[in-house]
């Protein structure tokens, strides 16, 4: 038996015979050409064939109702119609060289930017683009061929170095039965189309997987995160056990939907998930999340050459208040800086970004995409339920000063005689320290506030939450932590304010109960771990859990802390 590692991407159990997918090498047969012209007409029909093959897919997605297969190939097609990517190409065109050579090089001094990028979720671009760019190579070699799409004969569990959004969704979903990639994150493309889905989805395996051979049957784990080669009957029947208990399990949060989140003593707590756009509706509606406690609306603004006016946010953003209609959806301004850049907003080199112009910052610096942005979404909550939230916040002067700039913008709209929401909160991220110890001199000019853990951690500890090096230091049962989040939801319930969650710890399963015992109000998470979360807090009491608090509250360690909360 041989048992291979990695990340669970998207859960679920899968077994059938592998598909050992190799890269394949692209080679410029031509690197110079001797008609101008033609070079150039050959580029524009490849780039042509490509969007129709993508607009194709797209329609499809749409047509089956797969909105994020949709989203993912609307955000190709706007790197396929790049003007800089194509200008830059024509240039290299007419001064001598081939078509295709002229259109890698360009495409990839812009794959290499990306990876140069901390941000995974940037990185992904560098995917998106040489996807696109295999395409419009191939058609550029081959202008009379169609493009040689996966097509899968029969059910197969599919190993590969990576695959493109295109691959998955050029094959038959009845006969995926699971992916293997040695790269990979979960915020990759090929992640997000694999939960949406449903196709169980390993990441970040070692390359051994690859030396498998086509037809050897596997084993895939995605809740362990592992796969299984060469197991004997024994070791089967205990991989099947623990995909009956898994299906089992997923029936019985079924009956879950539509109900109340409470604890056994009757404690509610709302349930909701963190968005990034349209294309997450979908898996929001169906894993029955009560609410949106955090709408990134940052990745509206990336992988582009621009920003977005802003008819075009207002349509974004309308989408969004229609498809959630009778939810509250809570909305985060522009949150780009740190792990998060927009080259065309052209920011100066920081030696600490996390700790530099970022979020509120940035807009301040650049009040033009702000008001625009507050316009768009001013519009477009016309007659919903919704907050707006500052993030990065760090003193009550910047509060007041973007508040002063929401009513510079209201003014503008009454004006100008166009319809906008005046019936909306008005809230914060809690991530930054002196923001959580001063709490209560932000209440009263707040309605709402919503803790972000995972940069309140990194700042209070000090550690890159994205330096591996720092897991042990960047720890979320760190005593200090866990006191500033008890201060600030104490803090809240006594001043009536609304408190919540929306970092990755709401749906801990061992912070869980800190949370609840401290009086959190709303957990905001991951659409696919609402009804598991619902379950675990049925089992809780809040009374255990508020004892549970005065104990943390007394320890030195987070050795301590992790036992007590171990125990209960």
């Known amino acids: ?46 780039l042509l064939k490509a969007t129709v093959d993508l607009e194709s897919m797209k329609k499809k997605s749409f047509e089956l109702g797969r909105k994020a297969s949709g989203e993912i190939l609307e955000a190709h097609l706007m790197l396929l119609a790049d003007p800089e990517v194509e200008d830059q190409s024509q240039q290299k065109i007419s001064s001598g060289e081939s078509a295709e050579k002229a259109y890698f090089e360009v495409t990839e001094e812009f794959r290499k930017m990306f990876m140069q990028l901390k941000d995974p979720y940037l990185q992904q671009r560098a995917v998106d683009l040489q996807d696109i760019r295999q395409r419009v190579l191939f058609y550029i070699q081959n202008p009379t061929k169609n493009y040689p799409d996966l097509n899968l004969q029969e059910p197969t569990v599919i190993l ?84 009956s208990q898994y299906e089992g399990k997923l029936k019985s949060l079924e009956q879950l939907r539509g109900q109340k989140t409470k604890t056994k003593d009757g404690v509610e707590i709302t349930l909701a998930a963190n968005i990034s756009g349209p294309q997450d509706l979908e898996s929001l509606k169906k894993n029955d999340a009560e609410a949106v406690g955090l709408y990134r609306t940052e990745f509206l603004f990336l992988d582009r050459v621009q920003a977005p006016s802003e008819e075009e946010q207002y349509e974004v953003y309308r989408q969004v208040f229609a498809g959630l209609k009778g939810r ?29 112009v ?26 919903a339920e919704w907050g707006l939230m500052f993030p990065m916040v760090s003193q009550l002067e910047e509060l007041l000063r973007a508040k002063s700039v929401l009513d510079e913008v ?92 929306c970092g990755s710890l709401s749906h801990h399963p061992l912070l869980m109960p800190f949370f609840i015992g401290c009086g959190v109000e709303e957990l905001s998470m991951t659409s696919q771990h609402v009804l598991s979360t619902r379950e675990a807090i049925g089992k809780l009491d809040s009374s255990k859990c508020r004892a549970l608090v005065e104990r943390v509250l007394q320890c030195s360690t987070i050795t301590e802390v992790q036992q007590i909360c171990k125990d209960l």
């Not at 909305?331 to 920081?350: P, S």
């Open 1 to 46: 038996m041989k048992v291979f590692s990695g990340n669970s991407v998207s859960i679920g159990y899968a077994m059938g015979p592998a598909l050992v997918l190799k890269k394949a090498d692209f080679k410029i047969t031509k690197d110079t050409n001797n008609d101008v012209q033609k070079e150039l007409d050959v580029l524009k029909q490849a």
């Open 160 to 243: 590969a170095e990576d695959l493109t959004p295109s691959q998955i969704l050029s094959m038959e979903r009845k006969n995926v039965l699971g992916l293997v990639t040695v790269e990979g994150s979960g915020t990759s493309h090929t992640a997000i189309l694999a939960r949406s889905l449903e196709i169980p989805s390993l990441a970040a395996m070692p390359g051994e997987v690859l030396s498998l051979k086509t037809g050897n049957e596997v084993y895939l784990d995605g809740e362990k995160g592992k796969l299984w080669v060469d197991i004997d009957e024994a070791e089967k029947k205990s991989f099947l056990q623990s995909r």
């Open 328 to 356: 509250r959806i809570l909305i985060r301004t522009l949150d780009i800086g740190g792990d998060k850049v927009a080259d065309y907003l052209k920011m100066k080199k920081e030696e600490n970004p996390f700790l530099g």
């Open 358 to 383: 970022r979020a509120l910052r940035l807009c301040f610096q650049r009040p033009e995409i702000f008001r625009t942005q507050l316009r768009a979404l001013l519009r477009a909550g016309h007659d």
């Open 410 to 501: 209201k003014a503008e709209l009454k004006k100008e005689n166009v319809a906008f929401s005046e019936k909306f909160q008005i809230g914060i991220m809690v991530e930054i320290p002196s923001v959580a110890w001063m709490i209560d001199i932000f209440a009263p000019h707040v309605d709402f506030v919503s803790l972000g853990t995972n940069d309140l951690l990194q700042y209070t500890c000090a550690a890159d939450r994205l330096n591996p090096e720092l897991k042990s230091i960047y720890n979320p049962f760190n005593i200090g932590f866990l006191r500033q989040v008890h201060h600030v939801l104490k803090t809240c319930c006594e001043k009536n304010v609304h408190a919540g969650i």
